[in-house]
């Protein structure tokens, strides 16, 4: 079975020079995002992943300060948005793509049209066109060109992975399209080469393997190229992928190439595949000859011996007995022998497995214990079979933190380091990542007090085709938090009276910590009086009691009440303010008809305008003002209506008969009783057509009390 490997296969010089220049980032401490896939290529995916290097399709999901401009290139807009974003741009655009970028962006500066010969939906394609300043036209075929709007010049240009043969089938349509038609080839050299080598094995070739990303454009068209030549081409992305029976290896010439998007072990796995086939045919087509050998000297010595048929059924039991294995099977063995750098396990097969100790899972493995294994290698080209324990490990691993996922199942992780915008954590052996908004419940400032913990997460995404975890420990937080509310909720009650902390305050009211769960004392319920701000009542960390008054658990409020646990000042009042008695109070409020006055908090009284003074007022600030602390009389209480009457004039009044009363032996300084002097004092300012004589009274009562002070003060010294 000859093969032929085409001479221009598999790594381009753009993609090599951004894989690699990713590879080596990957080794620095930073996240390393690419935007948009570096290449279409999901084994080298797998690869860049595992090394720390992720692909996002959105500027706003870059985790670290740095981002990777993969070789298709963009437009300037995104390389803005990376400016905008202050991100640090690693620009891995390939130079043919930068070239074709250049002149679209010169020959349209001044309005000339671009047509791109291309799919349009391709991302190299799309960063093109960003760089056009007028009007842009994308054609992917002969059709699509002929279909084009009358057009008196223009620039056309191709992606440049385009097939070189499709390009001059479109161009040579456009030149008698178009009157002044700039053609630029952009096609690059490399793409030239691949496409022109496949195409001359598929002239020759039986059968014909294309490598690479089922996503992959330059695949595609490398595949449909050979395709159009030899009708038995297939396209696969791994060695695993080859169909068996595919050709006739005995006959059949089998071409191999690969796109610009396929690493080298990839074309060099598949070339193995198809060698490890054909020796095992070989030895295969030897045992058969042998045996057509045999049949005819069975057929010329038909006299053989009983003992020599015995012997050849007794092989042919034993060959019966053999399994047939193939790369990629999983299948459990027995070890046989144990050495310093391998172990060998017995598989069924006619030569038995080697599993390097770098590929052992189990590093306690023991003779005769009963592994499962992978075949690597059917032949290693020394006739042994390669096996490994990794894949099989990983496989399982993996598959048990898809179903932890889906089943929302809680799972431990190792912070290994700490990273811009989170942690790399490790998941049984997987790598996975916590951003720095779901390590806590809070604002975490300091995230290298969770290196080298354990901690508790739950897996949030999952990507199965890039093996990319991300994980929250606020996930576990919360879900632990509303179990521990849901049995707290349940021991609570309406009317109860619970213990509780003051958390903090609002305008509106107070939070009190009860347990666990946070309840609301409104401020209106803080206490019977009026509240202007809850600090004026309780402080932040106060031990409080309070009453609960409403549950509403769909909605997690709690209503507290403070004031409710205090007997309301009203029902007390008319046993605590007798009528007829003088007590203190604070004036809080002027009005037109009089002052109200603070006796006790929640508890007011009115002092009407014609109480407020011993002479008639024209207004009650003439007699008392807001904060004024003055003695009234009760002259009625009526708790059901919330009112109490007081009266400054009367305690005026009581004040002064008393002051009358050290007058008794004095009377030549009166000419008058001390009766006749109340009659003046008291009755006169109260008649309305008397004010004229208001002053005068007032005067003399001056005059009085300062004489009868002297007499006190006089009959003291003797």
């Known amino acids: 079975m000859p093969i032929i490997v085409a001479d221009h296969a598999g790594f381009c010089m753009g993609v090599k020079r951004a894989i690699d220049s990713a590879l080596s980032l990957s080794n620095t401490d930073n996240v390393i995002n690419s935007f948009g896939e570096l290449v279409h290529n999901p084994e080298v995916i797998n ?95 002969v059709d699509e060109a002929n279909n084009l709007p009358q057009i008196d010049e223009a620039l056309a240009v191709a992606q ?39 195409r001359e094995i598929a002239t020759k070739a039986n059968a014909m393997i294309v490598i690479g990303g089922k996503n ?70 030897q045992e058969i000859t042998a045996e057509e050998t045999q049949v005819e000297l069975e057929n010329a010595a038909p006299a053989a011996t009983a003992e020599e048929q015995a012997k050849a059924d007794f092989l042919a039991d034993i060959e019966a007995t053999l399994v047939k294995i193939r790369p990629g099977q ?88 700490v990273v811009k915008g989170g942690i790399i954590a490790n998941i049984n052996g997987v790598r996975a990542f916590i951003p720095a908004s779901q390590l806590a419940n809070r604002y975490v400032e300091n995230l290298d007090e969770f290196k080298g913990q354990t901690l508790k997460v739950k897996i949030i995404e999952l990507d199965r085709q ?31 009276v619970v213990d509780g902390i003051v958390r903090r305050l609002t305008n ?56 409710q646990l205090a007997p309301r000042p009203w029902d007390v009042a008319d046993k605590k303010y007798i009528v007829g008695s003088v007590v203190e109070g604070k004036v809080v409020r002027i009005t037109t008809f009089g002052a109200f006055v603070e006796l006790e908090p929640g508890l007011d009284g009115l002092v009407h305008i014609s109480q407020c003074a011993l002479h008639r007022i024209q207004k009650v600030e003439d007699a008392v003002q807001v904060g004024d602390i003055i003695r009234v009389k009760i002259l009625n209480v009526d708790s059901n209506a919330h009112r109490i009457s007081l009266s400054i004039r009367e305690v ?22 001390p009766e006749d002097f109340v009659e003046e004092v008291v009755e006169k300012p109260i008649v309305e057509d008397a004010v004229e004589a208001v002053e005068e009274p007032v005067a003399e009562v001056e005059e009085v009390v300062e004489d009868a002070a002297e007499v006190v003060e006089e009959k003291t010294e003797e």
């Open 47 to 141: 690869k860049l992943e595992n090394a720390g290097v992720y692909a996002v399709n959105s500027l706003k999901d870059i985790k670290g300060d740095t981002v990777l401009i993969r070789s298709h290139g963009v437009s300037p807009s995104v390389l803005k948005q990376c400016e905008e974003f202050n991100l640090k741009v690693v620009d891995l655009t390939c130079p043919f793509v930068d070239r074709l970028h250049k002149k679209v962006a010169e020959y349209s500066k001044n309005g000339l049209p671009v047509i791109i010969v291309g799919d349009k939906n391709h991302p190299e394609i799309i960063g093109t066109i960003g760089w056009c300043s007028g009007n842009v036209y994308t054609v992917n075929s």
């Open 160 to 198: 440049t992975t385009f097939p070189y043969e499709d390009w001059q089938k479109i161009t040579q349509l456009l030149k008698g399209k178009i009157k002044k038609l700039v053609l630029m080839e952009t096609i690059c050299t490399a793409t030239i080469l691949r496409q022109k080598s496949a």
């Open 216 to 285: 992959s454009a330059n695949t595609k068209k490398l595949y449909n190229s050979c395709k159009e030549l030899c009708s038995n081409t297939i396209m696969v992305e791994r060695a695993s992928d080859i169909p068996m029976g595919f050709a006739d290896i005995n006959t059949d010439i089998i071409g191999i190439t690969a796109g610009a998007s396929t690493p080298e072990w990839s074309l060099k796995e598949v070339i193995t595949r198809m060698t490890d086939i054909e020796n095992k045919e070989e030895i295969l087509t």
């Open 330 to 417: 999983v299948m459990t063995g027995t070890v046989v022998q144990i050495t310093d750098d391998e172990v060998c396990v017995n598989i069924g097969f006619k030569s038995d497995g080697l599993i390097n100790r770098s590929e052992l899972a189990d590093k306690d493995v023991k003779m005769g214990d009963e592994i499962e294994v992978e075949v690597v290698k059917v032949n290693d080209g020394e006739g042994n079979v390669l096996l490994s324990q990794r894949n099989i490990v990983n496989r399982k691993v993996w598959n048990a933190l898809v179903e932890k996922h889906e089943n929302n199942e809680v799972v431990e992780a190792i912070a290994k380091d």
């Open 466 to 496: 890039k093996k990319r975890i991300v994980a929250s420990r606020k996930a576990v937080i919360l879900e632990e938090e509303a179990a521990k509310k849901a049995e707290i909720w349940k021991t609570l009650a309406e009317g109860e």
């Open 508 to 563: 509106f009211g107070a939070f009190v910590d009860i347990g666990g769960i946070d309840g609301l004392i409104h401020i209106t319920d803080l206490s019977w009086a009026r509240v202007k701000h809850p600090s004026d009542v309780v402080k932040p960390d106060q031990k409080v009691q309070v009453k609960i008054l409403s549950l509403d658990e769909e909605r997690e409020r709690i209503q507290l009440g403070l004031k």
């Open 652 to 673: 005026l009044a009581d004040e002064a008969l008393d002051n009358s009363d050290l007058l008794e032996d004095d009377n030549q300084l009166f000419g008058e009783t």
